[in-house]
Each structure stands twice: as C-alpha cells, then as structure tokens.
C-alpha cells in the first residue's frame, strides 16, 4: 500500500484512529458480557450478521451506482476465510478468559504480521538486518509469555484453553491483515469490508448452524440485544472500515502505534464493569509486549522513510 504524503496532522485520519480505538476498546466488553446469553457460534452470526447488514445498503448503492468492481467478489474470499476462522477463536476464548488478558494476548499478531510481511513484501525484507525490528520482536515475545505465566490461574485447563484460542485469534488476525493489505490496495474500504462481511456471516452461519443452538435468540432478553447491535456496529462495521481508512491517509504506521494503547481502556472498563483485575507482574510484561511491539512498527517506519529517500 503506498503511502501519502505526510502531512502535521490529518483531521480525518486522526478522528478516524480515535473512534476506531474507541470501538475496539468497548467491543470486548460486549462480548464477555453476552456469554452468559448465547454460545460462541451464536453470539459470532449474531454480531457479524448485523455488520453486514450495516454494511448491506451501501454495498447496494456501490452496485447500483457503478463504483462497485465485480473483482471484489473474488479477491474478497482470501481475507474471508482469515477472518471467519480469527473470529470463531476470537469469541470463543472469552468464555474462558477475560477482556483485557484476551486483548493483550491478540496483540501479540504484532509479531505475525512482522513475519508475514517479511515474506511476502520485498520492501520490507531489510528488516532482517535491522536490530531495532529484532529487538522490538524479543520484547514482545518475553511480554506475551511473562503476561501468560503470571495469570493467577495459570496452568487450569480453563485458562490454557481461552490462551491458545487467544493466540490463535493473533495468528488469524494477522493473516486476515496481511491478505486485506494485498487483496484491497486501491479498493474502497466501506466497498471490501461490506463484501468480506457477507462472506464471513455466510460462514459463522454454517458453523453456528453445526455447533451453535440458534434457538436460544428466540429467548435474548432486550439487553443482550442491545450488546449485541452496538457491539456488531461500533467493534466490527465501523472499526474496520474506519482502521483501514487511516492507513490509506496516513500509512499503517501511526494506526498501528494507536491501537497499542487499547488494552489500557480495555482492562479500564473491564475492571469497571467485570472486575478483572491483572497482577503487578502482568501488568509490568503487557507493558513489555506493547513496548515492544511500539519499537518494531517504530523500526518499519524508519524502513519507510529510508525507502523514499532513494
């Protein structure tokens, strides 16, 4: 994806980042509170069904007007399935975990997406040689696993379960990620993102369909229905269309730096609302992990910039 010109600040970028940390920041929340009301299958069709009706007129309008290309209908199946697996683990692990351990887990994709993009982009692969990308790497690593081994409940098979579906959810994000970047350079994000969530509630649909018990939202109280509408629309239908929006304007640099901060209001809220509580020594490794994450997007921008001095 090519980045524009810099500018000081970007109004429409930076209001885009803040909202969009804003949704991500209250969507976890939403999600351990419906576990108590529906499975993971469920809740998952349920969420990912409204955002794709959110979504659904303006895909219609894009049709009817011409901008929409019959391309997108084929490129948007790669990041699709990604995104319905992530999604599957991504619920699921907060039936055994809490919000913000499970944010702090998934921010570990830093190091996957470092991965993928060594390999898949050419521009990036001088990384390899880069100490700050190295070093940033480690820290992340020692983060997640000083942030896993210092879980009061370490080792139970609840929370080892809720940890490997946390990590999984990482690994997808980051595919999901790396084939979003490839998929859709010079896509309209509201045009992709309405495509790739079609496919993906057609997808939590077949899975809720075999696992799940959709009977059970015959009985959702208003409530939950209530989550589950402003989850669905403020942690899925805008956030992603409004994360992707900003690196268009601005790269994925600055983005990618904000979002670091969203395990800080995630465990605000949780502690508020769930009361979830994370030891000192969690809290001293998450700090590690996001620092080190901080350090080798902070290394990729350096790349970036030694890229266009050329």
């Not at 990729?300 to 030694?306: S, V």
């Amino acid at each position: 994806m090519d980045t524009p010109p810099q500018r000081k600040i970007d109004p429409a970028a930076t209001t885009a980042i803040l909202v969009a940390m804003a949704c991500w920041a209250g969507a976890p929340i939403f999600i351990k509170l419906l576990t108590t009301e529906v499975d993971s299958w469920t809740q998952n069709v349920l969420r990912y069904g409204t955002a794709c009706l959110f979504w659904l007129p303006f895909l219609f309008y894009s049709m009817w007007t011409g901008r929409f290309q019959r391309r997108i209908w084929w490129l948007a199946l790669l990041p699709s399935v990604p995104n319905i697996i992530l999604q599957a683990f991504w619920a699921a692990a907060f039936y055994h975990v809490d919000p913000a351990f499970m944010d702090l887990m998934v921010k570990s994709s830093v190091i996957w997406i470092a991965a993928f993009s060594l390999f898949f982009f050419e521009q990036e692969r001088t990384l390899i040689r880069s100490k700050r990308f190295w070093s940033g790497m480690l820290l992340s690593g020692v983060g997640v696993t000083g942030v896993i081994f210092y879980h009061p409940e370490f080792k139970t098979p609840d929370t080892m379960i809720g940890t490997w579906m946390a990590l999984s959810a990482a690994f997808g994000w980051a595919i999901y990620a790396i084939t979003v970047k490839i998929t859709f350079k010079n896509i309209d994000s509201r045009v992709g993102f309405s495509v790739i969530s079609l496919y993906t509630t057609l997808g939590l649909a077949g899975l809720a369909w075999m696992f799940g018990d959709m009977s059970t939202t015959l009985t959702l109280s208003v409530k939950a229905w209530i989550w589950t509408i402003v989850s669905a629309i403020t942690g899925i239908a805008l956030s992603h269309v409004l994360y992707y929006s900003a690196i268009k304007r601005i790269g994925a640099t600055i983005p990618s730096l904000s979002l670091l901060a969203t395990p800080v209001f995630v465990y605000t809220l949780s502690n508020l609302f769930l009361g979830e509580r994370l030891s000192l020594q969690q809290g001293l490794f998450g700090l590690i992990l996001l620092f080190g994450a901080g350090v080798s997007i902070w290394a990729q921008q350096h790349l970036g910039k030694a890229h266009s001095k050329r």
